[in-house]
């Protein structure tokens, strides 16, 4: 199965009402808002959108949800990670059959693992997944201890379209699109340094921040093909200004609170995730009414 994955997709929270519950009206009310941005594909159930927070049955009604929302206008990845590869694969399997036109997964977690055993996990999902992989790196979730190598190996699964490499390392992301070759999409994962990532060859880009500011990183993107590195630049330094200023939070809660402030009642982050005070909401309101793209 060949899917055309590239560009700008949001990582994408997962909006709850009062009662805890996913919220059906805000998703598709997020959806069809960054679909009007210009965004190129979906990523559901990753960090922002605290799939490992969530039960098995919620993570595929939501992809469900999302599937319907956007009915074949981008693409649909659904994150399927879990600290064991069984429910891996059975995640996979259900986001395929709810409208998920490709899966992807970070490295086994909470216990500590080997490259081989990360190796066999990856390659265990991709022998399963009835629709495209992309293993994700993110040393930040634990548990692996995984060099750009690894996916450089990866790429040559039948299953496997690409990948999320999140690290701000762009060496390491220059030689997986040197080593891998150009058929291999290759998704920039740190904000901060999506230009950069751009430029030393990611395909596009999956991020947090793509919530609330994605025509900011569409644009990036279309003043880079349109060859002008330097206003690309600009609009980067622009968007890490908001980054910068979220990180006196989390950025889960960050995420949330913009998005709140930009008129998506998306509740509060599952705990243990931070959970803003009433005057933290109104700081970040501050930052939304004076920056002019958000």
Excluded: W
């Excluded at 990523?43 to 949800?65: K, N, V, W």
């Excluded at 220059?174 to 070759?181: F, K």
């Excluded at 751009?198 to 569409?218: D, E, H, K, P, W």
């Amino acid at each position: 199965m060949t899917i055309d994955l590239h560009g700008i997709i949001p990582a994408l929270v997962t909006p709850y009402g009062a009662d805890g519950r996913i919220a059906e009206g805000v998703t598709r009310k997020l959806v069809d808002a960054l679909l009007d941005q210009g965004i190129n594909g979906v990523y559901l159930g990753g960090t922002t959108g605290e799939g490992p927070l969530q039960s098995p049955t919620e993570r595929t009604s939501f992809t469900a949800l999302v599937a319907e929302t956007v009915a074949g206008r981008v693409p649909v990845i659904a994150h399927v990670g879990a600290p064991d590869t069984a429910t891996c694969i059975a995640l996979a399997r259900d986001a395929a059959s709810a409208g998920a036109v490709a899966v992807s997964a970070v490295g086994p977690f909470y216990y500590q693992h080997g490259p081989e055993q990360v190796r066999r996990h990856f390659l265990d999902i991709a022998d399963a997944s009835p629709v495209p992989f992309l293993p994700y790196h993110l040393p930040m979730a634990g548990g692996d201890d995984t060099t750009f190598r690894l996916f450089v190996d990866l790429a040559a699964h039948q299953n496997v379209a690409g990948f999320k490499y999140t690290s701000r390392d762009v060496y390491e992301l220059q030689q997986l699109r040197a080593l891998c070759g150009d058929d291999v999409a290759i998704f920039n994962g740190a904000d901060e340094v999506c230009v950069h990532g751009l430029l030393a060859g990611a395909s596009g880009a999956i991020g947090s921040t793509y919530n609330f500011m994605a025509r900011q990183f569409v644009r990036i993107m279309e003043v880079l093909e349109a060859g002008d590195a330097q206003a690309a630049a600009r609009l980067q330094a622009e968007a890490n200004a908001v980054i910068h200023a979220g990180t006196r939070f989390d950025n889960v809660a960050f995420a949330r609170a913009v998005l709140r402030a930009q008129g998506f009642e998306v509740g509060a982050p599952r705990r243990p995730i931070e959970q803003l005070r009433p005057d933290d909401d109104d700081v970040v309101a501050r930052i939304v009414a004076e920056t002019p793209f958000l």
